[in-house]
């Protein structure tokens, strides 16, 4: 099991719908990072938070809004999503990014589908 | 900006077969990363690889960090059906820049190992 949680598994929204990704860790990482993967690619970087702050926006269309309440949640809320945007969103956290060695924990993600 | 480029980039061999797989960069990494990923889960940290010239073990895994650290290798012997999925490098930046502590992915293997 994975000690990076993130719910829903699935999730089906259309264009015009407001939804939120919900991503929890317990392992005392100041780090959480948000990810988009497509089929058969690697993760592509979106977003980075180190204590509870955004540090990197890797110029993500504003329908994508980041948050991180506390050091344990990292939320991504979904705002007039296109059908382009579905794919695997995953987050991952660590040590802070500045730690030499630090490694990513991933979740399972959430696999995005907007009709 | 700091490229690694993964090859091959699909890879389908019969068990038993021995296999590798490369990442190469004209960047220096102060580390490097290797992850698995199976479908339907996030990547999962397989080994880290600090120092030139490192050579790290995991079963049948081989990790090798090249002299000058800007590529490395990933060796499997005797590949086994459940060694299938995904294998992604990451590379993370020297400090001195912007870019310090990011983590940049390689295209990705995809590998599969028939019985």
């Known amino acids: 099991d994975t000690e990076v949680t993130q719910t829903p598994k699935h999730l089906v929204m259309g264009m015009t719908n407001k939804k939120s990704l919900k991503c929890e860790q317990h392992?005392?990482?100041?780090?959480m990072y948000w990810y988009k993967q497509k089929a058969k690619k690697p993760p592509e970087l979106m977003f980075v938070?180190?204590?509870?702050?955004?540090?990197i926006n890797e110029s993500v269309p504003s329908r994508f809004s980041p948050e991180c309440p506390n050091s344990s949640l990292l939320n991504l809320h979904l705002h007039a999503l296109q059908p382009e945007d579905s794919a695997l969103y995953l987050c991952?956290?660590?040590?802070?990014?500045?730690?030499?060695?630090?490694?990513?924990?991933f979740g399972n993600g959430t696999r995005l589908t907007v009709t | 900006t700091q490229l690694l480029e993964q090859s091959p980039q699909f890879l389908s061999i019969q068990e038993g077969e021995n296999l590798t797989v490369y990442c190469n960069s004209s960047?220096?990494?102060?580390?490097l990363q290797w992850y698995r990923q199976e479908p339907g889960e996030g990547p999962v940290l397989l080994v880290t690889?600090?120092?030139?010239?490192e050579v790290k073990k995991l079963k049948r895994l081989t990790f090798q960090f090249g002299d000058a650290r800007k590529d490395s290798s990933l060796h499997i012997t005797a590949a086994q059906p459940g060694d299938t999925g995904l294998y992604l490098c990451?590379?993370?930046?020297?400090?001195?820049?912007?870019?310090?502590?990011?983590?940049?992915f390689g295209q990705g293997t995809i590998l599969t190992v028939h019985p």
């Open positions: 991952a956290s660590s040590q802070p990014r500045m730690a030499r060695n630090s490694p990513l924990h």
């Open positions: 392992m005392g990482h100041r780090a």
């Open positions: 938070y180190s204590y509870e702050k955004l540090s």
């Open positions: 960047s220096v990494f102060s580390s």
């Open positions: 690889v600090v120092t030139g010239g």
């Open positions: 990451a590379g993370r930046s020297r400090p001195g820049g912007t870019s310090y502590g990011k983590l940049t």
